[in-house]
């Protein structure tokens, strides 16, 4: 009888004692998933004292400074090819729990920030807040692919070619 009691108290057990949300895996070499409490930084501000306010605008690199001391740059949100700044600026200097990976590399560590949420909330957000932002900005109904279709990309892409000189020009994509 105490088994069958144990059983079927071990799912409630483990949905008790699991995180509240979990940040999912991409596959890359040296991740590991990450949930924890920082206090958001403009990165810039932190390592030489340059302050704008409100972290620069949106115009900045954020990261999360630990309370064991550790800075780690936001440098990925869970839009394709956009950082992490939008969905952290309203945190600016103040505390934020979030939820995603800490890659590991020989020469940094960075984090890819996948939800967030203010410290004791119940409610996760997505951070697609750049997703939302350039589908305002561009009037579009969706962010599929925005680097194909963004004007200031194609204006840069035009001016400077597509790896960043315009002498330089990659090779055709293989058939």
Same mark, same amino acid.
């Given at each position: 009888?105490?088994?069958? *009691?144990?059983?079927?108290?071990?799912?409630?057990?483990?949905?008790? $004692?699991?995180?509240?949300? =979990?940040?999912?895996?991409?596959?890359?070499?040296?991740? #590991?998933?990450?949930?924890?409490?920082?206090?958001?930084?403009? #990165?810039?501000?932190?390592? $030489?004292? %340059?302050?704008?306010?409100?972290?620069?605008?949106?115009?900045?690199?954020?990261?999360?400074?630990? @309370? @064991?001391?550790?800075?780690? #740059?936001?440098?990925?949100?869970?839009?394709?090819?956009?950082? =992490?700044?939008?969905?952290?600026?309203?945190?600016?200097?103040?505390?934020?729990?979030? @939820?995603?990976?800490?890659?590991?590399?020989?020469? #940094?560590?960075?984090?890819?920030?996948?939800?967030?949420?203010?410290?004791?909330?119940?409610?996760?957000?997505?951070?697609?807040? *750049? =997703?939302? %932002?350039?589908?305002?900005?561009?009037?579009?109904?969706?962010?599929?692919?925005?680097?194909?279709?963004?004007?200031?990309?194609? %204006?840069?892409?035009?001016?400077?070619?597509?790896?960043?000189?315009? @002498?330089?020009?990659?090779?055709? =994509?293989?058939?």
């Amino acid at each position: 009888m105490a088994r069958h *009691f144990l059983l079927l108290l071990l799912p409630f057990v483990l949905a008790v $004692s699991a995180p509240s949300h =979990a940040a999912q895996k991409w596959g890359i070499d040296g991740e #590991m998933t990450a949930q924890f409490e920082a206090r958001v930084v403009d #990165m810039l501000c932190e390592l $030489s004292g %340059d302050c704008p306010e409100n972290c620069g605008g949106g115009k900045r690199q954020l990261g999360l400074l630990r @309370d @064991d001391g550790r800075l780690l #740059m936001a440098v990925k949100s869970n839009t394709l090819f956009a950082g =992490a700044t939008l969905d952290l600026l309203p945190y600016c200097g103040g505390r934020v729990e979030v @939820d995603g990976l800490i890659i590991t590399h020989p020469s #940094m560590v960075i984090y890819m920030l996948q939800k967030h949420r203010k410290p004791g909330a119940e409610d996760w957000i997505q951070a697609t807040a *750049f =997703a939302k %932002d350039w589908k305002k900005r561009n009037g579009a109904t969706d962010a599929k692919r925005w680097f194909r279709r963004d004007p200031q990309t194609k %204006d840069v892409i035009g001016t400077y070619g597509k790896v960043g000189r315009p @002498d330089l020009v990659p090779p055709p =994509a293989a058939e």
